[in-house]
């Protein structure tokens, strides 16, 4: 318990790092954690985001599908394209809840039973701004020995391609399929319990 607390307040610190004065707008960022269905029910109950669309990132439009990322012989990773209000919640903020709660920064392209390079943890920054936060974030939680094993989680570029419409609003469509009550719904729980004040029913 005592590890947990001191890991949600180092969190918060870097969460509070310097970042530019943000305007009423919206900008978006793009995560990849694992399978998407989790990663998009984690962001859609963070206050200050406005959407959040499933889909993959890293490869080509042309097998940007399904069945091909499946298959594991294209260069995309599940992600998540999240558009938020920077006057609201800050990309700082988004990567706090990226790596404490909404997947396993340091296993290497797996997540849980998910295993294969498009379930792998990277960050693909939406401008430098975005890049050089991401990157100060995981030397810091390296520095700081936030985890017992070194972040994995890869900073990329690459464009976003949405996911076929059966995977939008996975969790909140099917909320008793077994792998969302065995996998996605405790990280809900745990960003409530962990971040109340971050947290939007």
């Known amino acids: 318990m005592a590890l947990m607390k001191k890991l949600i307040l180092m969190f918060a610190l870097l969460a509070a790092s310097p970042a530019a004065a943000a305007a009423p707008r919206t900008e978006t960022a793009v995560l990849a954690g694992g399978c998407f269905w989790g990663m998009e029910a984690v962001f859609e109950h963070v206050n200050g985001v406005t959407d959040v669309v499933s889909g993959y990132a890293g490869g080509s439009g042309g097998d940007?599908?399904?069945?091909?990322?499946?298959?594991?012989?294209?260069?995309?990773?599940?992600?998540?394209?999240?558009?938020?209000?920077?006057?609201?919640?800050?990309?700082?903020?988004?990567?706090?809840?990226?790596?404490?709660?909404?997947h396993d920064p340091t296993q290497v392209n797996r997540q849980g039973p998910d295993v294969g390079p498009s379930y792998r943890s990277a960050v693909f920054p939406q401008n430098a701004s975005q890049a050089a936060q991401a990157k100060a974030f995981i030397a810091?939680?390296?520095?700081?020995?936030?985890?017992?094993?070194?972040?994995?989680?890869?900073?990329e570029s690459g464009g976003f391609f949405p996911a076929e419409a059966e995977h939008q609003d996975f969790a909140r469509k099917h909320p008793f399929h077994p792998y969302i009550v065995v996998h996605d719904k405790p990280k809900v729980a745990a960003l409530k319990a962990r971040y109340p004040s971050l947290f939007k029913a």
């Open 64 to 102: 940007a599908n399904y069945s091909a990322v499946s298959s594991k012989r294209t260069a995309h990773a599940e992600a998540v394209r999240i558009t938020y209000d920077p006057s609201r919640v800050s990309y700082a903020r988004l990567l706090q809840v990226y790596f404490a709660v909404a």
């Open 140 to 155: 810091r939680l390296n520095s700081a020995k936030a985890f017992k094993r070194p972040i994995a989680t890869r900073i």
